[in-house]
């Protein structure tokens, strides 16, 4: 086994699942986080695979293109999806966590791994090869500049949404239900048409945090606040976050003209998150609008919305589809930094990096991740020419379309799927060099 050390910089979820992939390997790693020496606005606990924003790793059915990415990274021994489906707090149809427990697992795993050394510690440099970078989207300072400076860097900005305790919650104005009858893993909080002119005219009304350098056109998509989703248009929150479809309110038998979903954010049940409503809006604010809604007058705040600066590479003619730096063969990156956008995207990514790495620290071929699965298909994204490079999340079209034709979407997807892990399985039982036996001891 090869006693190179690879360092690897950033204990989030690309960091932390990289790590892993080299130890399960052989390869001893130096893990350096910044934490809990220095912390990021974002951030606030010591763990590894810290989840910041929302505690869903979203869907968890085949159909779904982040259910698939999941599947891929379970076959591929990933750490971060069984700490995930170890530590699931109900959520319908997507993959929701106890955030403590599940970076309790993941920090407990790598730091029991005897090939694995953690230290805390500021980098201000990059590291002697070979190395993974994973450092994030908040990747800042010295480190930044250096960074930019063999890359290029671009950037975007990231919105958090509140939190609110359970027993602070009017239970008698909310319903649990999940869409389309699926279970009932939500608290919805449902509201007419009067309740909902007068959210969004408070909503629109309200006063923002000051984000330096702020731009609207900066915004992610995925992560839109939900002030700036109304001034698109005041309807435009009841057809995104706020939409009632599949939901049925028992207190008049309706759907409501619009509703606010809170999702279980612990396993203990007494935190819960507003589904879809990151904000900037200042502290007081979000208080007094966000107690316009119903159920919500009265709420306590276990966390207000955030908004914060993300940074990722210029990845484009920088990064081969392994994630790894075209002109310096043991220089690997991984995580939203390379530009996929997501939890489970950013561990994808630090699973393909330390399987790449350790591939060729060993002297045989990286592993060959077809287009058709969705990680060889975001390893393929970030690489691929692209003059407006955007992060980019999970979703079916990144795949290559199938070559019969299959009516329905949902059908479609689930071929899609079942096409992808078809060729991965085959990938996977014909590597027995880098797969066989990685996944005992998770």
């Known amino acids: 086994m090869p006693e190179t050390r690879v360092t690897v910089l950033g204990a989030g979820l690309a960091g932390s699942e990289a790590a892993w992939q080299l130890a399960i390997r052989g390869i001893p790693v130096l893990l350096v986080d910044m934490k809990p020496g220095r912390m990021s606005p974002a951030h606030s606990s010591p763990l590894f695979a810290e989840l910041v924003c929302s505690n869903s790793l979203k869907g968890d059915r085949l159909e779904n293109a982040p259910g698939l990415l999941k599947e891929e990274m379970r076959l591929l021994g990933s750490l971060v999806l069984s700490a995930a489906d170890r530590s699931r707090v109900p959520a319908g149809g997507a993959l929701a966590v106890d955030r403590d427990a599940f970076s309790s697992f993941v920090t407990d795993r790598l730091k029991r791994h005897p090939l694995i050394e953690a230290r805390s510690e500021l980098m201000e440099a990059l590291p002697e090869a070979p190395f993974v970078v994973a450092t994030g989207p908040l990747t800042e300072g010295k480190l930044a500049q250096a960074l930019s400076g063999v890359a290029g860097t671009l950037h975007f900005y990231d919105a958090a949404a509140p939190i609110v305790t359970a027993d602070s919650i009017r239970q008698d104005a909310v319903f649990r239900a999940s869409r389309h009858g699926r279970g009932s893993d939500y608290l919805n909080c449902p509201l007419n048409r009067a309740q909902y002119e007068a959210f969004i005219d408070a909503l629109l009304e309200a006063e923002c945090a000051p984000v330096h350098g702020f731009e609207e056109g900066r915004l992610f998509e995925g992560c839109m606040p939900i002030e700036s989703i109304a001034r698109r248009g005041r309807m435009a929150p009841a057809f995104g976050p706020m939409k009632p479809v599949g939901l049925v309110d028992p207190a008049t038998g309706r759907q409501p003209f619009a509703v606010v979903q809170l999702r279980q954010d612990d396993a203990a049940g007494s935190l819960y998150n507003l589904v879809g409503f990151q904000t900037r809006l200042k502290f ?142 085959g990938m996977v039982n014909g590597r027995k060099d880098l797969f066989k036996g990685d996944s005992d001891g998770i």
Do not use: C, W
Not at 286 to 305: D, M, N, S, T
Not at 308 to 335: K, Q, T
Not at 358 to 365: H, W
């Open 284 to 425: 007081p604010e979000q208080k007094r609008v966000f107690g316009l809604i119903p159920g919500l007058e009265q709420a306590e705040y276990a966390r207000y919305g955030v908004m914060h600066r993300n940074s990722f590479l210029s990845s484009p003619g920088f990064l081969d589809r392994h994630f790894a730096a075209l002109r310096h063969p043991l220089r690997f990156f991984a995580g939203q930094l390379t530009g996929v956008e997501g939890y489970v995207e950013s561990a994808a990514s630090g699973l393909a990096a330390g399987l790449g790495l350790a591939a060729r620290l060993r002297g045989v071929p990286e592993p060959d991740f077809s287009p058709t699965t969705m990680t060889g298909a975001l390893g393929r994204y970030v690489a691929a020419p692209n003059r407006d490079f955007q992060p980019m999340n999970a979703n079916f079209g990144l795949l290559p379309p199938l070559e019969g034709r299959v009516r329905g979407k949902r059908q479609r997807y689930a071929a899609l799927a079942e096409r992808a892990l078809l060729d991965l399985r």
